[in-house]
């Protein structure tokens, strides 16, 4: 039964970054379990073919038995779709390679732009409670990430902090102005998240003062620091949150995700 005290469905937030390598996936999967460490119910969707986030959350390829690709272009149900993962509180909708040839078949179709916007508006949906739905994009601006657009209410932008990180922020801001006009005209940015950081590398702390002079308030005062711990995790199939709990990857994303939640709460309490 859905609680009829919850505010309206869950935030959906799309990670995005047509740069690849920049943290995106990294900041899928651990940004929602932090979250749902936090006590939140999280759904995150894995939208490129590569299922890394889904490999990363220990969901091997034989158990993908439906994908995205099935939500999107064979209409399957969500609840066939979703899966449970072990971090308590976190589901996922794994990815398959099909999702490669999605782009090539959502050019064809009708609603090409809203198929997730309406796979992830299913009744069904309201049976997981859930507060957030994150989605892992692939590195492009393809109808997919289009599509991840149109289903959200927000767009989280990992940087990372290297040279060149400022570059195809304007071709991303023009998609989501794009994505504003035609069809979802209150898509907001979540905030811009600083990866990768190094506080011994120069180059780290010229981007950040770029970024937060550029940006302004829109970049998390959290950054995410080079941790190898961070890039351990996947190959254990766990988010760095299990893997090192106390590592400072795992810090990092529990304080993203608190400050992201105050920021919520903020904008609530204003209403
Ligand atoms: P994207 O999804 O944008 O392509 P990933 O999240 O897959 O990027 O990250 C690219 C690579 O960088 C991966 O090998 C990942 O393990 C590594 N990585 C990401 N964030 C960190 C970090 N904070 N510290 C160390 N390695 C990281
Ligand atoms: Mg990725």
Known sequence: MPDPTRPKGPKIISI????????????????AAALAEQG??????????QGNA????GVEPEDRKFST????????????VIVPTDVAGLWLCPATTD???????????????????DALRQPDIDSYALDYILIDC???????????????QSVLVPLQAEFFALEGLSQLMLTVREVRQTANP??????V?????????????????????????????????????????????????????????????RALAKEMLMRHEAAQNRG
């Open 16 to 31: 995005a970054n047509q740069k690849g390598g920049v943290g995106k996936t990294t900041t899928a999967i651990n940004l």
């Open 40 to 49: 939140r119910r999280v759904l995150l969707v894995d939208l490129d073919p």
């Open 54 to 57: 889904s490999t990363g959350l």
């Open 69 to 80: 690709y099935d939500l999107l272009l064979d209409d399957a149900p969500l609840r066939d």
């Open 99 to 117: 999702l490669s040839s999605a782009d090539m078949e959502l050019v064809s179709t009708e609603k090409r732009s809203f198929l997730l916007h």
């Open 138 to 152: 692939p590195p492009s601006l393809s109808l997919l990430t289009v599509n991840a657009m149109v289903a959200s």
């Open 186 to 191: 209150t898509l907001r940015i979540e905030g």
């Open 193 to 253: 998240v600083l990866t990768m950081y190094d506080v011994r590398n120069n180059l780290s702390q010229h981007v950040e003062a770029d970024a937060r002079a550029t940006l302004g308030e829109i970049v998390f005062r959290t950054m995410i620091p080079r941790n190898v711990r961070v890039s351990e995790a996947p190959s254990f199939a766990q988010p760095v949150l299990s893997y090192d709990s106390a590592s400072r990857g795992a810090e990092a994303y």
